[in-house]
Each structure stands twice: as structure tokens, then as C-alpha cells.
């Protein structure tokens, strides 16, 4: 008997389903929002069609996060609007992936778990310096990655 409880003809249609992207986008931002502990925040979106999905307030700055079913998203027009118009001081772009890259000097793309970890660290504001929580990434073991 197989190890895995599920086929891989499932995972295969799992992949395959066109709604796929909409339900990892939503589980996504559920993660990271549960993480922020906060109703103060918000989506946004112009006539022209630009959008955020997640516009977040903390520490007297606006922070952005875009949720993207892809495997190696970059900078979009909306991204940039979001940027100029909102004043936005970061802007993550959430992805499945497991690599964390810059895309330039406020958009960094980032897996999920580290997401949710930048979130709690915006949630918690800055650390005293006996916390081993890096201010910059939220990160707690060492290691460099996406900065606030």
C-alpha cells in the first residue's frame, strides 16, 4: 500500500483545476492576516483595474502584500500603482515557491511561511534587543531574507 493517502492522478487534477490559484490566493491571506491579529486591513483596487490584495497599516507605515499562484512572478503595472498611489514602504509578493528574491528595492517575492513570520514581526512592532527576532525580516534563525 501506497504511503501517500492521495493518488498522484489527484494531484495531477488538483494541479490542473482552474480554481487552483483563487483557493491558494485565499488560504494564503487567510494565513498571513491570521498572523497580523488585526481588522485593520483592507483590499484595494482602482477603476483603471490596479489592485492589492492586501493593504496593511503598522508602525505609522503601509506595507502590501499580493498573493500569487505562479512559479516565479514579478512586478506588475498594478504592483507599481499600488506602490505610488498607496505610499506603500514594502510590497511582498506571496508565492508557492520556496525561494525568497528581490524583484527590486520594495518588492521582494516570498514563500508563505516567511510571509506569515513578516507578518507577526509588523503585528509585534520592534523587538528589544534580547529578542533573536531580526527587526529587518522577521526572521528568527540568522539567516538574511526579506526586510520590513
Not at 502590501?64 to 505610488?84: Q, Y
Request: hydrophobic letters at 35%; charged letters at 25%; proline letters at 7%.
Amino acid at each position: 500500500m501506497s504511503p501517500c493517502p492521495v493518488s498522484w492522478s489527484f494531484l495531477a487534477q488538483l494541479r490542473a483545476h482552474p480554481k487552483l490559484g483563487a483557493s491558494w490566493e485565499g488560504f494564503s491571506l487567510e494565513q498571513v492576516l491570521s498572523s497580523l491579529d488585526t481588522r485593520d486591513a483592507y483590499y484595494w483596487a482602482t477603476h483603471g483595474g490596479a489592485e492589492l490584495d492586501l493593504l496593511v497599516f503598522a508602525q505609522g507605515k503601509r506595507y502590501g502584500f499580493e498573493f500569487k499562484h505562479a512559479d516565479a512572478p514579478g512586478t506588475s503595472r498594478s504592483m507599481r500603482s499600488a506602490i505610488e498611489d498607496l505610499h506603500l514602504e514594502r510590497l511582498w509578493v506571496v508565492y508557492p515557491g520556496t525561494v525568497e528574491y528581490p524583484l527590486d528595492q520594495r518588492v521582494t517575492v516570498v514563500p508563505l511561511e516567511p510571509a506569515v513570520r513578516i507578518a507577526a514581526a509588523l503585528r509585534d512592532g520592534p523587538t528589544d534587543r534580547t529578542d533573536r527576532t531580526d527587526r529587518r525580516t522577521g526572521r528568527t534563525d540568522g539567516r538574511d531574507g526579506p526586510s520590513l
